[in-house]
């Protein structure tokens, strides 16, 4: 069974402040994980994931299989980065990613910056 | 193209009447995928399709429910004799196959009195 863990619901910072949003998971094989960010009234997208190792508006995010983790951070946040965040998990498939497998979402985590 | 578009936006029912979604993925997006979101969950996957052919069922995805993607282009799921309990957001997704990201539609909120 695979399994991702947000432990918190709510973070909130103020403008310039680092922040970080854990997300662990279970998986018995080899995942893919994600980051999706839903902004007020807009759909969820895609922020990040693992396998292209990028640094999406200033957010990062390691994958650490010992730790089973893949927790988002960033190092000063933005009033605009306000938003619901999800943690998900594939699992690998044929193209050695999980992108179009099925997504097991957290429960996701509202972050909340203030000016 | 707008992205994928999910119609109705907003659906009430009273409790033991049948509803359909409709959901129009990016165009030549051979993948489509159903999620149920409840609140303060995040989304649950449903089921998903390769062109016409449903690869996946969640055991979510109980016998009132039924999706079909008939042509290979838009995707209907269908509840019937629904139950309070499906009042949630049903969201679409699409993809290209392969390695490439599911895009997710605005989702229909259904409420069921």
């Known amino acids: 069974a695979q399994r991702v863990t947000q432990p918190e619901k709510l973070l909130s910072v103020f403008k310039g402040a680092p922040v970080e949003l854990k997300c662990n998971y279970s998986y018995s094989g080899s995942p893919e994980l994600f980051w999706y960010v839903q902004y007020s009234r807009q759909r969820l997208q895609l922020l990040l994931r693992h396998i292209s190792r990028e640094s999406i508006k200033g957010f990062t995010a390691d994958l650490n299989k010992g730790e089973t983790s893949f927790h988002l951070k960033k190092p000063f946040a933005q009033e605009e980065d306000s938003a619901m965040y999800y943690c998900?998990?594939?699992?690998?498939?044929?193209w050695g990613t999980g992108a179009n497998s099925k997504l097991t979402f957290g429960k996701g985590i509202t972050l909340s910056v203030r000016p | 193209d707008t992205g994928v578009s999910q119609d109705p936006r907003h659906k009430i029912t009273k409790r033991g009447q049948n509803v359909t979604f409709r959901c129009d993925p990016i165009s030549e997006h051979n993948r489509l995928y159903w999620y149920r979101q409840t609140l303060g969950q995040g989304p649950e996957f449903l089921t998903y399709?390769?062109?016409?052919?449903?690869?996946?069922k969640s055991r979510l995805l109980s016998d009132r429910f039924s999706a079909e993607r008939p042509k290979g282009s838009f995707s209907t799921l269908e509840i019937q004799r629904t139950e309070q309990g499906d009042s949630a957001m049903y969201l679409c997704?699409?993809?290209?196959?392969?390695?490439?990201?599911?895009?997710f539609g605005p989702g229909t909120r259904l409420t069921v009195t």
């Open positions: 998900a998990l594939s699992g690998q498939d044929f």
């Open positions: 997704a699409s993809s290209l196959v392969g390695p490439f990201e599911q895009y």
């Open positions: 399709f390769q062109n016409e052919a449903q690869l996946e």
